[in-house]
């Protein structure tokens, strides 16, 4: 009877999860509890909208009561105003009608019919309440999107898809809830980034992969070669004088420092190994699966022939990979590109701007980062295949 209980007891404490998932388990409990305790205290808001009396609700608008609206020729855009009345839907406000008068611009540009579902921006004093439109509301279009994403990952990808998803909501959570709070402790973003790296690498790698050779080569691999890049973006950056401080929004960042606990010496690093962070793991793994794949066919196969496969695959994904890097850094700067291409800039004008500078640096960074993924991997995959 009482080893009957003991086997028992000891179940319970496995969560009767097979072996393969204890890693996994072990890593998601303690990022858990380290989150808990992190949070336990708030982040110091550098703006309160609810304390300054500025409240953003969902409305719908139940009337357009007059409008002066102009197309504009080019851009095809309405711009112009209206007089709506808007019923509010969500808040302490809920169900109440209002009076806007809607500006729509080139910038902001909402232009709006019955029906049409808002965010508002309420500004109350005392009695009297002045609304304005903020920008139309996403929410529900933006939730129905995120589900078609889950729904194509799991039925396409199957059990892999299912456990890839799992891999993106693990991240995700690390990211908001351990990340950005640990920075707000004042903790450097250099070992924050890398922490995140770190256990979102072993989580994602371990529930695609399993705990086998191939997934410790990939996981080796990821984590040397991302840091790598850090490194070599912080060396650029101190060769070309730019800094966290030369960042975008480094004013705003400013006040939040002075506001609260963040720490910013340290940003460009970890932006920089967060964003190649996906790619880098793709070819770490994508080498070491290719490594172990030709040596399950051929385990005659010599080391050195196997380190040679590895490089012959990785040199196939190398080019694509650092074009997916660069490519996303210039789609995220594209606006600022164009705006730069109608005027009359000068080359020495060009590379000297600091944020064009920082955009090339971290997509080089990103993308030497890959290159070194190659070898290094190879390597790893090579030597513990063989050994195993």
Same mark, same amino acid.
């Given at each position: ?262 720490? +910013? ?5 970890? %932006? *920089?190994? $967060?964003?190649?962070?996906?790619? !880098?793991?793709? =070819?770490?793994? /994508? ?72 955009? +090339? ?5 990103? %993308? *030497?980062? $890959?290159?070194?993924?190659?070898? !290094?991997?190879? =390597?790893?995959? /090579? ?6």
């Amino acid at each position: 009877m009482q080893i009957f209980q003991k086997k028992k007891i000891i179940e319970l404490i496995s969560l009767n999860l097979p072996k393969k998932d204890l890693p996994v388990t072990i890593i998601v409990i303690l990022t858990l509890v380290v989150a808990y305790f992190v949070n336990t205290t708030p982040i110091i808001k550098v703006n309160s909208g609810q304390r300054n009396g500025v409240y953003y609700e969902k409305a719908v608008v139940t009337e357009v009561v007059n409008e002066e609206l102009e197309t504009e020729e080019l851009s095809k855009t309405k711009i112009g105003l209206q007089n709506l009345k808007v019923k509010i839907t969500s808040g302490d406000m809920k169900g109440e009608i209002l009076d806007i008068l809607n500006q729509a611009t080139y910038m902001y540009n909402v232009v709006c019919n019955v029906g049409t579902k808002l965010i508002v921006q309420i500004s109350v004093s005392g009695d009297i309440k002045m609304a304005n439109v903020y920008t139309y509301d996403r929410s529900l279009p933006l939730i129905v999107f995120i589900g078609i994403f889950f729904l194509v990952l799991c039925i396409i990808g199957g059990k892999k898809g299912v456990k890839s998803l799992v891999g993106l909501l693990y991240t995700f959570f690390c990211v908001m809830y351990l990340f950005i709070p640990l920075l707000y402790k004042g903790v450097s973003p250099i070992l924050a980034s890398i922490l995140l790296a770190v256990i979102s690498t072993f989580v994602t790698m371990l529930l695609i992969g399993g705990w086998n050779t191939k997934t410790i080569s990939a996981i080796t691999g990821t984590i040397l070669c991302v840091s790598f890049a850090g490194i070599i973006s912080t060396i650029a950056g101190f060769f070309l004088n730019i800094s966290d401080f030369t960042m975008g929004e480094t004013e705003e960042l400013m006040l939040a420092v002075r506001r609260s606990g963040l720490n +910013i010496k340290g940003v460009m690093f970890a %932006s *920089i190994l $967060i964003a190649s962070l996906g790619a !880098i793991m793709d =070819v770490c793994m /994508s080498v070491a699966s290719s490594v172990n794949e030709v040596y399950t066919v051929n385990s005659k196969i010599t080391r050195k022939e196997l380190f040679r496969s590895g490089i012959n695959v990785g040199r196939d994904m190398m080019g694509t990979m650092s074009n997916t890097l660069i490519l996303a850094f210039t789609g995220g700067f594209l606006t600022a590109i164009l705006i730069l291409a109608s005027r009359e800039v000068t080359i020495n004008e060009l590379l000297s701007m600091p944020s064009i500078v920082t955009e +090339i640096v971290q997509g080089l960074s990103g %993308s *030497i980062g $890959i290159f070194f993924a190659v070898p !290094i991997v190879s =390597v790893i995959s /090579s030597y513990l295949t063989t050994n195993r």
